[in-house]
T-cell receptor, first 116, second 111 residues
Framework: DGGITQSPKYLFRKEGQNVTLSCEQN?????MYWYRQDPGQGLRLIYY???????QKGDIAEGYSVSREKKESFPLTVTSAQKNPTAFYLCASSIDLASGIQYEQFFGPGTRLTVL | KNQVEQSPQSLIILEGKNCTLQ??????????LRWYKQDTGRGPVSLTI?????NTKSNGRYTATLDADTKQSSLHITASQLSDSASYIC??????????FGKGTTLSVSS
């Protein structure tokens, strides 16, 4: 069964803690993305990766970090430097970066992060 | 500034009725326009993707139109069902560069 999985579905964090959100895909896609979604706002790009061991900052990368050690995995760490981390986080993938822009990105089910 | 504006912000309709959602954009250069459906607490799912040369594209009861001259798109939902209750997001691709997301229209279908 091909697709994108994200875990956990819900995550609670105390202020000052770092947390890592998981994103895995078995679509054999080269490009992967992380977005943040807030109520009443459009999706905003945090980071993207077009190939293993390479990633680029998106529009709102401050306070976040990523790694891409395997093609299938693109974890996102929300650090204590992110001042307002409570949001819905979406991972996506596409065949390659150009396809993601020209054709389609496939989204995971999302992780809702709440800071207590 | 590249922008995607959707209207209305929210909409309530009775089951079985039709509705039309609007999307206006200022993105240039334009590559394609997509409509996604996002159920509450889930990831967006693609409904249609249209390039510059396409005026209409259908996916079941969903029909998207595109007027590249006026930079407007609409999503028409026919014979609405309770399962159509969701947020509908318009996304415009800036050629070779980035995706610009609208804020979405929240549709509620009631029985």
């Amino acid at each position: 069964d091909g697709g994108i999985t994200q875990s956990p579905k819900y995550l609670f964090r105390k202020e000052g803690q770092n947390v890592t959100l998981s994103c895995e895909q078995n679509l054999n896609h080269d490009a992967m993305y992380w977005y943040r979604q807030d109520p009443g706002q459009g999706l905003r790009l945090i980071y993207y990766s077009q190939i293993v061991n390479d990633f680029q900052k998106g529009d709102i990368a401050e306070g976040y970090s990523v790694s891409r050690e395997k093609k299938e995995s693109f974890p996102l760490t929300v650090t204590s430097a992110q001042k307002n981390p409570t949001a819905f986080y979406l991972c996506a993938s596409s065949i390659d970066l150009a396809s993601g822009i020209q054709y389609e990105q496939f989204f995971g089910p999302g992780t809702r992060l709440t800071v207590l | 500034k590249n922008q995607v504006e959707q209207s209305p912000q929210s909409l309530i309709i009775l089951e079985g009725k039709n509705c039309t959602l609007q999307c206006n954009y200022t993105v240039s250069p334009f590559s394609n326009l997509r409509w996604y459906k996002q159920d509450t607490g889930r990831g967006p799912v693609s409904l249609t993707i249209m390039t510059f040369s396409e005026n209409t594209k259908s996916n079941g009861r969903y029909t998207a139109t595109l007027d590249a001259d006026t930079k407007q798109s609409s999503l028409h939902i026919t014979a609405s069902q309770l399962s159509d209750s969701a947020s509908y997001i318009c996304v415009v691709s800036e050629a070779g560069t980035a995706l610009i997301f609208g804020k979405g229209t929240t549709l509620s279908v009631s029985s």
